[in-house]
């Protein structure tokens, strides 16, 4: 069957003109790589995003585009002549990409591109009137019959020594396209994965987000695994393996942690609800989403448990691991350069990751104890509840019993609902505020005073007072004590 590739009309419209100012500037200019290969595959994005070759000087012409298009401009690797530019149009980002030659001519360019799916390029002359533009695709290596086949090949043997990145992303492109990595390639990145230690944490970090933002990152993480990649990029995996967790775990805790990811991303599949997709879908930062921060969670949650790993008398624990593995979490995502939101909703979900799971030892957990957990969770409440599910099913050791998993899901589910019901209740006025409780018990400015208002709000929330008066009253005992 015959390709016939068209450009969607809102799109050529924008090529058009990035084609016409490179004319003006005697420009050639190449489309190449992902938005060819997608094009092919019928691969819509709700943000698309473009690559472009140019013979040289490909950050001056972006910038100069950039002024034109009256739109967001970075340098994104100055020695190899490589800016990007973000324009929104309509309801869509767009994010185009302009890059030095690699080689001499576009030949020679393609020839130092990662994989032959890659390796695909267009000349913008004679391709933008609405017509088929298959005709004038440029693939040297191969790489349509690779696309139609579904295989990941390296262009050249010395790819990964040439960017030891594309090892990792080899396995994004198999997870998020279902293709299968050809058995070169996949030795060649088994021989050449001590070199990704050599690769900046910036670069790594937008490959993982990349693997946790698909549906399938358990079995991309799995694939990875198989070959020891993650070792090499989380070294600390290396002292989970092949530490038992007790009879409560049929797992040990490098291999429970790959599960929880797994059991995460089957409730995300079956979830049906509205408004836990809104909440996983919120952008964090730049583009990446809640859901994707909350893999990461799942990935790191039991990162602490090597260091607390104790026997008495004969039983095995992790006492304070989740402590534990808050710093290991924190320091992981400095090494990555995550945003400061991004590693405020790392913390939470790392630290109070086993907080439902208390809850749940209770079948009709306390209001208090209900409230202490949303005001501590936060915003991240949510998504624990749901990490929470994942870590309980991950467990199916001799001693986890059907009763107790049944309370589990029973006690988080209705958790679930009642943070869902909580965000569409306006939140009461506070009964008092800092100056008044300042000024009814003469005190100065201090944290006791932040403690009595933090008690009036929990006993607000779970009913014990309803005005000014019992309020007073409360502070006045907890001052009393002080």
Not at 104 to 115: E, W
Not at 203 to 215: S, V
Not at 309 to 327: A, M, N, P, W
Not at 328 to 353: F, M, P, Q, T, Y
Request: net charge positive; aromatic share 8%; hydrophobic share 40%.
């Amino acid at each position: 069957m015959r390709l016939v590739l068209k450009f969607a009309p809102e799109d050529r419209k924008l090529l058009k003109g990035i084609y016409s100012f490179s004319q003006g500037k005697r420009i050639d200019l190449y489309l190449v790589g992902g938005a060819l290969r997608d094009c092919i595959l019928d691969r819509d994005k709700d943000n698309p995003d473009y690559d472009f070759a140019i013979r040289k000087n490909a950050i001056g012409f972006g910038r100069a585009l950039a002024k034109k298009l009256k739109c967001a401009f970075v340098v994104l690797d100055k020695e190899h002549g490589s800016c990007r530019l973000v324009k929104k149009y309509r309801d869509k980002t767009y994010t185009f990409d302009f890059t030095d030659f690699r080689g001499k001519d576009i030949g020679g360019d393609l020839k130092h591109r990662d994989f032959t799916i890659n390796a695909i390029a267009l000349s913008l002359k004679n391709s933008l009137d609405g017509s088929d533009f298959s005709y004038a695709l440029i693939d040297p290596q191969g790489g349509i019959f690779d696309i139609k086949n579904k295989v990941i090949k390296m262009v050249d043997n010395d790819s990964f020594a040439e960017d030891p990145l594309r090892i990792l992303r080899a396995f994004v492109f198999s997870s998020s396209l279902g293709f299968v990595i050809d058995s070169k390639t996949l030795k060649a990145a088994r021989l050449s994965k001590e070199k990704l230690a050599l690769v900046s944490a910036e670069r790594i970090r937008e490959e993982l987000f990349k693997i946790f933002a698909t549906p399938k990152a358990y079995d991309c993480l799995l694939a990875l695994d198989k070959i020891r990649v993650l070792d090499i990029i989380f070294p600390e995996i290396k002292k989970m393996r092949r530490i038992g967790q007790g009879p409560y775990h049929h797992l040990d805790v490098w291999q429970h942690t790959l599960e929880t990811v797994r059991q995460l991303e089957f409730i995300f599949g079956k979830n049906k609800d509205e408004e836990i997709n809104a909440y996983l879908n919120t952008p964090i930062s730049s583009d990446r989403r809640r859901k994707a921060i909350l893999k990461f969670g799942a990935f790191l949650h039991d990162f602490g448990k090597p260091k607390t790993l104790r026997k008495d008398k004969g039983r095995t624990t992790f006492h304070g691991h989740e402590r534990v593995g808050l710093r290991i979490a924190e320091e992981i995502g400095r090494r990555i350069k995550l945003s400061n939101d991004e590693l405020h909703s790392l913390r939470k979900i790392v630290l109070w990751h086993l907080r439902p799971g208390y809850l749940a030892d209770s079948k009709n957990p306390t209001a208090r104890a209900k409230f202490r957990f949303f005001r501590d969770a936060g915003i991240e409440s949510l998504g624990i509840l749901l990490l929470s599910l994942a870590d309980q099913r991950s467990t199916k050791g001799p001693l986890t019993t059907f009763k107790t998993r049944q309370q589990h899901e029973k006690v988080v589910a209705s958790l679930i609902r009642e943070y869902l019901a909580k965000g569409k209740e306006n939140k009461p006025e506070r009964l008092l505020n800092g100056d008044e409780v300042m000024k009814r018990f003469k005190l100065p400015p201090s944290p006791l005073i932040g403690k009595v208002l933090s008690l009036i709000e929990e006993l607000q929330a779970i009913g014990k007072i309803k005005d000014k008066e019992e309020a007073f009253k409360a502070a006045a005992k907890v001052i009393k004590i002080k």
